[in-house]
């Protein structure tokens, strides 16, 4: 506000030096009617002014003057500025911060439906949008708003009928000003969707690079994305023409106020009832008061735009936490390793008919339990319950006496821990990520290493060049599918997790691997609760109870042997994949009889 107010002051120094200095300096040019109109300086700035004896000496004091207020100015504005900025980027900190830990605390089945690019766009560029309302728009509508009122003001103590005239455009250029980026809003709208789309683009292409590749597709990417980046060009060039048209027609609506303020100026000072100075300080005036009164069209039309992103980013805040939203009595028992599911049945919101149905069985501590069944019977869908990523929607289970669904989310997953069917790695080193479940702030070597050699990858990784330094790739890329899978399992293992479910994670690794992994697994503890779900016959059998699926029902429950003969479904699976395993062993120990005849 004092920037604002000091700068209107400016045009009234011109009117003092050319009324009441230039007046001193050269008298001749004295003409009664012109000079004799008091000046609106304050009676401090004039008094100053007035220490100088002569015409050159005051004239001196006014630069000095004028020099010290615009000394000032800059260092309130330096102020105003750097507190806007400061003020606006901790806002958007906030607000970036909220809405990451909030996305971070949204359920599974949010993050399976929303879209990562339209999330990340909210995350970002929402953001700066309304960082910019708050730290530029918002205080430039202030500050056009003072600097109108304190320019009216002193316009008004020269010379109200001047004062009219001057400011006749003024409702027509922010009428213009106002309609005209009302209707360009929409082109700013579609700007930012076809943004939006060729990030979005952008973002699945590099995430799917490999495939692209693979299938050799780039051109149809390459004309995908040229087509989307078209679009958006095309957009801009839209903007920029019509702001081009808007500039340039507003430019002619402020030159013919100043023409008719200089028109009306020269009539009124001619006539006597304006002096020079006086003259000189509106023409002044009006410069600086019509060029912001312009933008302020522009910036209500931004209002706008803020209002969506903040829409945006409250829709995303609107979503329950999965945490917050939990009773505040929830349990944490001692979780040992006791299973139990009674009836359980569970369908997902959007699906006709339920994917889990009455389904019961009981695992004691240390036992393995190996679920097998068709694509789609509903395998993993009994893992994510386990894990309350889901809450099933009748029936019971229970951890070792407890309902799970009285168990506080984070205890049950910090006590029940489940490697993924497709396991993520961070672009990170293999160390960090087998330490990242810790709880622990420094993971010991000797922990991260014990862990990779349960989980059969140990050696793998001092194979590489770097060896636990080694940079996995964006999603572990720079690994073989087995290798990423047994890192995802070392990853767990250094958790010391009492229930441990194998959601198909050893699908990727050979048979003597799993088995391997499995035997590991068994010597370092035989209080592990192991639920390992799987296609492969060979890892199910040794399991102290398999359970067959079908559709979400259990068709089939008991050991190998009880099964093996007296099942429909594990007997053909046995059928088939033992005969392929026979086959299989048969050929490789053919193969490796004819070399070592050979040798
Ligand atoms: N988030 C979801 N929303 C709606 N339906 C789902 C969702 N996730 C899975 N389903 C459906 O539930 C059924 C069971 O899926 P689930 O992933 O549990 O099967 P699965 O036995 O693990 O299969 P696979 O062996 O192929 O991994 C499938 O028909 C699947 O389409």
């Given at each position: 506000m004092f920037v604002t107010y000091t700068r209107t002051f400016i045009p009234l120094f011109y009117q003092y030096a050319i009324d009441k200095i230039l007046a001193d300096l050269k008298p001749e040019t004295k003409a009664d009617a012109i000079l004799d109109h008091e000046s609106s300086l304050p009676a401090l700035f004039k008094d100053f002014i007035n220490i100088g004896d002569s015409g050159l000496q005051k004239l001196l004091f006014l630069v000095i003057l004028l020099l010290i207020l615009q000394v000032i100015r800059a260092v309130f504005m330096f102020i105003r500025g750097r507190s806007n900025a400061v003020f606006s980027e901790s806002i958007a900190y906030k607000m970036r911060v909220k809405l990451y830990d909030h996305i971070q605390n949204l359920s599974y089945s949010y993050h399976t439906h929303a879209e990562t690019g339209d999330l990340i766009q909210r995350s970002t560029s929402d953001i700066d949008t309304v960082r910019r309302f708050v730290g530029m728009q918002l205080p430039e509508v202030f500050r056009i708003l003072f600097l109108f009122t304190f320019t009216l003001i002193q316009m008004l103590r020269i010379h109200v009928a001047m004062t009219f005239i001057s400011l006749i455009v003024v409702p027509f250029i922010f009428t213009f000003a106002y309609i005209f980026f009302k209707r360009i809003q929409s082109v700013f709208t579609e700007t930012e969707e076809s943004e939006g789309k060729m990030s979005t683009a952008l973002q699945e292409n590099l995430t799917g690079i490999r495939v692209v590749k693979a299938f050799a597709n780039e051109k149809h990417e390459i004309n995908k994305f040229d087509s989307l980046s078209r679009k958006y060009s095309d957009n801009i060039q839209r903007i920029i023409n019509s702001m081009a048209v808007y500039w340039s027609s507003s430019d002619l609506i402020i030159f013919f106020q100043i023409i008719t303020t200089i028109v009306a100026g020269a009539y009124f000072t001619i006539n006597g009832m304006l002096s020079l100075g006086n003259f000189v300080a509106f023409i002044s005036y009006i410069t600086f008061i019509l060029w912001p009164i312009r933008q302020l069209g522009r910036v209500i039309v931004d209002f706008g735009k803020s209002s969506v992103s903040l829409n945006?980013?409250?829709?995303?805040?609107?979503?329950?936490?999965?945490?917050?939203?939990?009773?505040?009595?929830?349990?944490?028992?001692?979780?040992?390793?006791?299973?139990?599911?009674?009836?359980?049945?569970?369908?997902?919101?959007?699906?006709n008919e339920p994917t889990l149905k009455n389904v019961s069985f009981k695992i004691n501590q240390g036992e393995t339990i190996a679920v097998i069944g068709k694509t789609g019977s509903g395998k993993s869908t009994l893992a994510h319950l386990l894990v309350r990523l889901y809450d099933y929607t009748s029936g019971s289970i229970k951890i070792d006496g407890t309902e799970l669904?009285?168990?506080?989310?984070?205890?049950?997953?910090?006590?029940?821990?489940?490697?993924?069917?497709?396991?993520?790695?961070?672009?990170?080193?293999?160390?960090?990520?087998?330490?990242?479940?810790?709880?622990?702030?420094?993971?010991?070597?000797?922990?991260?290493?014990?862990?990779?050699?349960?989980?059969?990858?140990?050696?793998?990784?001092?194979?590489?060049?770097?060896?636990?330094?080694?940079?996995?790739?964006?999603?572990?890329?720079?690994?073989?599918?087995?290798?990423?899978?047994?890192?995802?399992?070392?990853?767990?293992?250094?958790?010391?997790?009492?229930?441990?479910?194998?959601?198909?994670?050893?699908?990727?690794?050979?048979?003597?691997?799993?088995?391997?992994?499995?035997?590991?697994?068994?010597?370092?503890?035989?209080?592990?609760?192991?639920?390992?779900?799987?296609?492969?016959?060979?890892?199910?059998?040794?399991?102290?109870?398999?359970?067959?699926?079908?559709?979400?029902?259990?068709?089939?429950?008991?050991?190998?042997?009880?099964?093996?003969?007296?099942?429909?479904?594990?007997?053909?699976?046995?059928?088939?994949?033992?005969?392929?395993?026979?086959?299989?062993?048969?050929?490789?120990?053919?193969?490796?009889?004819?070399?070592?005849?050979?040798?």
């Amino acid at each position: 506000m004092f920037v604002t107010y000091t700068r209107t002051f400016i045009p009234l120094f011109y009117q003092y030096a050319i009324d009441k200095i230039l007046a001193d300096l050269k008298p001749e040019t004295k003409a009664d009617a012109i000079l004799d109109h008091e000046s609106s300086l304050p009676a401090l700035f004039k008094d100053f002014i007035n220490i100088g004896d002569s015409g050159l000496q005051k004239l001196l004091f006014l630069v000095i003057l004028l020099l010290i207020l615009q000394v000032i100015r800059a260092v309130f504005m330096f102020i105003r500025g750097r507190s806007n900025a400061v003020f606006s980027e901790s806002i958007a900190y906030k607000m970036r911060v909220k809405l990451y830990d909030h996305i971070q605390n949204l359920s599974y089945s949010y993050h399976t439906h929303a879209e990562t690019g339209d999330l990340i766009q909210r995350s970002t560029s929402d953001i700066d949008t309304v960082r910019r309302f708050v730290g530029m728009q918002l205080p430039e509508v202030f500050r056009i708003l003072f600097l109108f009122t304190f320019t009216l003001i002193q316009m008004l103590r020269i010379h109200v009928a001047m004062t009219f005239i001057s400011l006749i455009v003024v409702p027509f250029i922010f009428t213009f000003a106002y309609i005209f980026f009302k209707r360009i809003q929409s082109v700013f709208t579609e700007t930012e969707e076809s943004e939006g789309k060729m990030s979005t683009a952008l973002q699945e292409n590099l995430t799917g690079i490999r495939v692209v590749k693979a299938f050799a597709n780039e051109k149809h990417e390459i004309n995908k994305f040229d087509s989307l980046s078209r679009k958006y060009s095309d957009n801009i060039q839209r903007i920029i023409n019509s702001m081009a048209v808007y500039w340039s027609s507003s430019d002619l609506i402020i030159f013919f106020q100043i023409i008719t303020t200089i028109v009306a100026g020269a009539y009124f000072t001619i006539n006597g009832m304006l002096s020079l100075g006086n003259f000189v300080a509106f023409i002044s005036y009006i410069t600086f008061i019509l060029w912001p009164i312009r933008q302020l069209g522009r910036v209500i039309v931004d209002f706008g735009k803020s209002s969506v992103s903040l829409n945006r980013i409250e829709e995303v805040l609107s979503e329950e936490d999965e945490y917050e939203h939990e009773a505040n009595n929830m349990k944490t028992p001692d979780i040992r390793g006791k299973v139990e599911f009674r009836n359980v049945s569970f369908q997902f919101d959007d699906a006709n008919e339920p994917t889990l149905k009455n389904v019961s069985f009981k695992i004691n501590q240390g036992e393995t339990i190996a679920v097998i069944g068709k694509t789609g019977s509903g395998k993993s869908t009994l893992a994510h319950l386990l894990v309350r990523l889901y809450d099933y929607t009748s029936g019971s289970i229970k951890i070792d006496g407890t309902e799970l669904r009285e168990i506080d989310k984070k205890w049950a997953r910090n006590h029940i821990g489940i490697i993924l069917q497709e396991p993520f790695l961070f672009s990170r080193s293999i160390f960090e990520n087998i330490g990242i479940l810790s709880d622990k702030d420094k993971m010991l070597e000797e922990e991260i290493y014990q862990a990779a050699q349960i989980a059969s990858v140990h050696n793998d990784i001092l194979d590489f060049e770097e060896g636990y330094k080694t940079l996995v790739g964006e999603r572990g890329v720079t690994l073989s599918g087995g290798q990423k899978q047994r890192v995802a399992i070392a990853r767990m293992l250094v958790k010391n997790i009492p229930i441990l479910i194998f959601d198909d994670s050893l699908s990727a690794v050979d048979t003597e691997t799993d088995l391997s992994i499995r035997n590991a697994l068994k010597q370092r503890s035989d209080d592990l609760t192991k639920i390992i779900i799987t296609h492969r016959i060979s890892t199910a059998m040794e399991a102290d109870r398999i359970i067959v699926l079908e559709d979400g029902e259990i068709a089939e429950m008991g050991s190998h042997d009880e099964l093996v003969n007296n099942s429909r479904i594990y007997k053909k699976i046995w059928e088939i994949q033992g005969s392929v395993q026979g086959d299989f062993n048969q050929s490789f120990s053919k193969e490796e009889g004819e070399d070592n005849d050979a040798k």
